[in-house]
């Protein structure tokens, strides 16, 4: 069976993704967390030098070495960058958009320049192709497993080692990093060690996916996970899912559709994302719009309690308080009264009596509250009403 | 070779221009502290460029650059939502933003590869000056001219936004409007030069030139002319140098050379720069060094109760705890020390002066006085 998984390309194809997706989302989380999500496109782009460098120096075109270079010229990017902006001559985000395009351009001119020797082109470093990882094998307990997979899940064991053995640290110092210091976390270290992690996963990936698809898998799932879940445990869950489900849906679709397959995987994050945006339960869409509307009934309800407390005891009361003079006199549609009624109603703010309605005690000890409160706004000199409240103009 | 010269001067005046105009543009976006936007407009841009060659089934440069045009601005649009609508941290929002479109731009251009008459992607990743033809150049020219009269005739609004937004709000500017326009500008700018540029790098040809002109200049206007001087001069530099060399990518090329600039800029302007600072910092450090001299001077003038006392070097060295050598021959030329023979042996020995007293300040000797 073990025989059969290394010999199908399909499923060398989804292991590898789903390898990416894992090594990704586990330092992504923290990374976006600490508000660092452009220090990775930083990194993603300032590796491509560390391999070229390496190569130069070694010959190595993979393995511990360019592992390494490109490691170190990630935290290169970062530091740099912050070296930069602590002179105070440019600001943060212009450090940043210095450093990575300085760096990059000089990686892609010494792939230019060495590209006879080098059997690796510019777009791949950008691109990769998840398509081809089955090309480049390594024997392994008696199977060619690919090495782009090796490297992953090495890079993934570390990254989950990582994690597991200071959660509690990583926690703290991305939530508080101010109490973290104070406790003796150094969580300035754990930054640096984060960076470097994420270096090393974008050194693993960028065979697989490449550098600039390899940004999707660290940032959009996790973000994804934020954007539903308050608690670190099941933000983290939720982006390794996103994250492996995108692989599974973006192979599906690009098969079908024949385009890149590396491409469509990065893409499908959004797919997850664009769920989470509508269903996230604080800043969703949904939810967004569910409050609006529970807001917007609020105010009707307010608006009801106090016609009929204008009219209560006039001798119109019996013609105004009625569902048919609120739908005359409001211009509120039948639908619309009726749920305004039954909100009411339900809330216990009215009774009924047969086609008349009533205000209840804690309907009237409201509805005079309210009316309290506007006559005194009302009375306040013109310039002491807060800008921008209702009838200030009144 | 003529024909060859000739498209050495189309490549070189495409460059200037698209220069010019980042350069320009790049100033407000350092200013407004939006470099990475830069960034992420012109990575999202792809999967405009690669629609734009879809439709119009040929490199045609207008149809590339109005799709580079759409995808960039609804970039910036979706992060401007990710951030105020769906409340994401703005980095966060930005590398949402360029990852994904960057990958709808990979998966288009999959779709087009091997198609006829389709250019390598490294082309719309890294540029290639070469690609520019005669035609585009007027197309260019006329649309950076349209750009650039725009910017001068809205010069005091986004002066204004660029520096207080708030203020600029209150004195009933549209402000939201003006900054969209200033955005809409700073896409074109990045779409122009992609062709030259590439979509990678184009962000350090927004950035570059306006961080070298701000540390020579302190003014909007002459940064805004000075960024565009510099983003000219890399753009010709890089196309120039890569026409030289077969494989040389233009983009990677004029980024290192603004970045040069950069440097440059960063070690020798005056005031700011690494530099001066350093010998600003070198100077302060002697000045230092001289008074606490003139001080062990007159400390050792009051230890003997002898305002004309006399001191040896040696003396000195003791008393300050380090060597005063190097000080006292400058002090000297300065004329405020004076060197003695003195003693049965006539070595030289150092006294203040009237005008290194006067050096020393009113407020020390008062002091000193008071406490004798």
Sequence with gaps: ?394 | MPELSHTLVTVALAAALMGTLAGVLGSFLVLRGQALLGDVISHAALPGVVLGFMVSGSRDFLSILLGALLAGGLAGLSVQWLRRGAGLKPDAALGVVLALFFAAGIVLYSQVQGRPGSAGLQVFLFGQAASVLRTDLMAMALVAALVLALVLALWKEFQFITFDAEAARAQGLPVSALETLLGVLVAVAIVLGLALAGVVLMVAMLIAPAVAARQWVDRLASMVLLAAGFGALAGVAGAVISAQAAGLATGPVMVLAASALVALSLLFAPGRGLLARLALRWRARRALHGRQVLAALHGLELDHANPDHRSEETMLDAYLGTRAAPQLERLAREGLIRRERHGPEGRIHWELTDAGRARLGAGAADSDRSGA
Excluded at chain 1, 356 to 372: D, H, I, K, P, Y
Aim: with cysteine; proline share 4%; aromatic share 6%.
């Design chain 1, 1 to 394: 069976m073990i025989e059969a998984l290394f010999q199908s390309v399909p499923a060398m194809i989804l292991l590898t993704g789903a390898l990416v997706a894992l090594a990704s989302a586990l330092p992504g989380t923290f990374l976006v967390l600490r508000g660092q999500a452009m220090a990775s496109d930083a990194i993603a782009h300032a590796i491509v030098l560390g391999i070229v460098l390496a190569w130069m120096l070694s010959g190595a075109r993979s393995g511990p070495l360019p592992v390494l270079g490109a490691a170190l010229a990630g935290l290169a990017s970062v530091v740099g960058a912050q070296l930069l902006a602590r002179s105070r001559l440019m600001g943060n985000d212009a450090a940043i958009g210095l450093v990575f395009p300085a760096m990059f351009a000089l990686g892609v001119l010494l792939i230019n320049l060495n590209a006879r020797n080098l059997h690796l082109d510019a777009d791949t470093v950008l691109l990769g192709e998840i398509g081809f990882v089955w090309l480049h094998t390594v024997e392994l307990a008696g199977y060619g497993v690919p090495v782009a997979m090796l490297t992953l899940g090495a890079v993934a064991l570390v990254n989950a080692a990582f994690v597991g053995l200071l959660w509690k640290e990583l926690k703290l110092s991305s939530f508080d990093p101010a109490l973290a210091a104070a406790l003796g976390f150094r969580p300035g270290l754990l930054g640096l060690a984060l960076l470097a992690l994420v270096s090393v996963t974008a050194v693993a990936a960028f065979d697989a996916v490449g550098v600039v698809l390899f940004l999707a898998f660290l940032i959009v799932p996790a973000v994804t996970g934020q954007l539903l879940c308050r608690g670190l445990a099941a933000m983290l869950g939720v982006a390794m899912l996103s994250g492996l489900a995108s692989v599974g849906l973006g192979y599906g679709l690009a098969l079908r559709w024949d385009v890149s397959i590396g491409g469509m995987m990065a893409l499908c994050t959004g797919a997850g994302l664009g769920l989470a945006l509508l269903a996230s339960p604080r800043s969703g869409l949904v939810a967004v719009l569910l409050r609006r509307r529970a807001l917007a009934l609020e105010a009707r309800v307010r608006v009801l309690l106090i016609h009929l407390a204008a009219h209560q005891g006039t001798p119109v009361e019996a013609e105004e308080n009625t569902l048919e003079a609120l739908e005359e006199h409001l211009r509120w549609p039948p639908d619309m009264a009726q749920a305004v009624v039954l909100a009411a109603l339900d809330q216990g703010l009215i009774r009924r009596h047969a086609q008349r309605f009533e205000l209840s005690e804690t309907g009237q000890a409201r509805a005079t509250a309210w009316l309290r409160a506007e006559d005194r706004r009302r009375a306040m000199p013109p310039e002491r009403v807060p800008a921008g409240t209702p009838g200030s103009d009144a």
